[in-house]
Structure formats: C-alpha cells, structure tokens
C-alpha cells in the first residue's frame, strides 16, 4: 500500500511541471511572435496616409509644372517633365495611385485654367505618366516605352488639335497642312522633282514629322527620368548600352 502511494506521488510530482509550464510557454511564443510579426492591417493603415500625401504632393507638381509653363514658356526645359510626377507615383504606389494623382491634377487644372486647358493636360500627358510608370515598374525596355509614349503623344496631338477646331469653329489641320506643303515643296525644288505631292501624302509626311518629334520628346524624358529618379530611389530600366555611351552614364 504504500508502495503504492509513493508511485502515484511520484507520477503527480513528475507531470505537475509540465502541466504548469504549458500556458506560460505558450504565452511566452505568442508574445515573441507579436513582436517578429506585426500586423499587416495596422502596416496598411499606416501607409494610406503616406500615399495619399505623395499622391496629392506630386499631382500639385504636375500641375504647377504646366501652369508655370503656360504662363512663362521656356521652351522644351518644363515640357519633359510634364509625365514625370504622375510615373513617380505610379512607381511608388501603383495603378491607382497614378490614375488618381492624373484625375487630380486635371480637376486643379481645371480650377485653375478652365476646363479646357485642363483637358489639354490629362490627354496626352497625364495618361502617359501612367502608361509610362506602369512599363517602368514592369520592366520593360525603352524601345517599347518610348514607342507606346510616342503614340500616346501622337494622338494627344490630333485630339488637340480636334478640340480646338471645335472650339474655335474652323479646322487647324488646314494650317499644319499648308506650312508642310510649303516645306515639301521648297524640297522637291531643291531635288530637281517636278512633280506636286498630292494631299494625302502632305497628310501622311505631317503624320509622320509629328510622330518623330514625339519620339525624340519619349528619349529626352526617359535621359531626365533616369537621372532624376534614381537619385529618388525610384529608379527606371537601365538604358541600353550605347545609350550609357553616349551620356557616360555610370550605374
């Protein structure tokens, strides 16, 4: 009997420990990994209000950049960072974001310029801001974003210059077409051509000046994008080899 007795006490006495310690181990990991772990909502919440302020801050930019340009020109030195504020804040923040600091940028435009001006804005260069941040942010190469840009400024220019026959009621082609009619004409006089272009291929080189003037536009933007934001931290597809050639770009 008391063998018994002392077996049963021994066996209490050898799980009491264990049992006792359970809730204090299990208290102890949940803590440490409170502290290794922290909440993804509270991380979100904490980030909503960075982006919101980057967002509007670089929508103002955007915006300040093409009033002050409107105002006082200077020439092709403001015009290449038209897109730039809205790439930075698709880069940093994504889809979105940029969508949002272009519907931003426009509505101050808007408030600021009238509706017109504003319009001007957002097509083409708020939407190329977008396009151009979402292929730099995927990596793509600068033949395609220069390419896409390119389009997306060609046709920005034709709406431009749609909007604006609407507005002022005669069509502004006619004068775009003449000036290159003159140009073609004083070439064809130089070659020793004696024969007149016809109106489609007038149409078709005046096409095709405005897409070259659009693409030597994308390649100055992409050489201030690449300076610019990698000092920012935000940095865009490396250039290709010749390109680092010729601006002695150092990575």
């Known amino acids: 009997m008391s063998d018994f007795f002392s077996a049963d006490a021994a066996s209490n006495s050898g799980s009491s420990p264990s049992t006792n310690n359970e ?103 708020g939407i190329m801001g977008v396009a151009l941040g979402g292929l730099w942010r995927r990596k793509a190469s600068w033949s395609l974003s220069i390419s896409v840009g390119a389009l997306i400024g060609t046709v920005g220019f034709f709406f431009r210059f749609w909007l604006l026959s609407a507005l002022v009621g005669q069509d502004l082609w006619v004068y775009v077409t003449a000036q290159v009619t003159e140009m073609v004409e004083w070439v064809f006089v130089k070659l020793g051509w004696l024969n007149v272009p016809s109106l489609n291929t007038i149409g078709a080189i005046a096409a095709g000046m405005i897409l070259v003037n659009n693409i030597v536009y994308l390649f100055v933007v992409h050489l201030v994008a690449l300076l610019l934001l990698d000092r920012l931290g935000n940095p865009i597809p490396r250039p290709p080899s010749w390109v680092q050639v010729l601006i002695d770009y150092e990575e």
Do not use: C, H
């Open 23 to 125: 809730p204090q181990t299990a208290d102890i990991s949940a803590m440490a990994g409170d502290r290794t772990n922290p909440d993804p909502g509270k991380r979100a919440s904490g980030e909503a209000p960075l982006r919101l302020v980057e967002t509007a801050f670089l929508a103002s930019t955007a915006s300040l950049i093409w009033l002050v340009n409107y105002y006082f020109p200077l020439g092709p030195l403001l015009r290449v960072f038209f897109p730039i504020p809205i790439a930075l804040v698709y880069l940093r923040w994504g889809n979105r974001a940029a969508w949002m600091a272009a519907l931003v940028s426009g509505l101050l435009l808007s408030v600021l310029m009238g509706p017109t001006r504003s319009i001007l804005y957002v097509m083409p260069f």
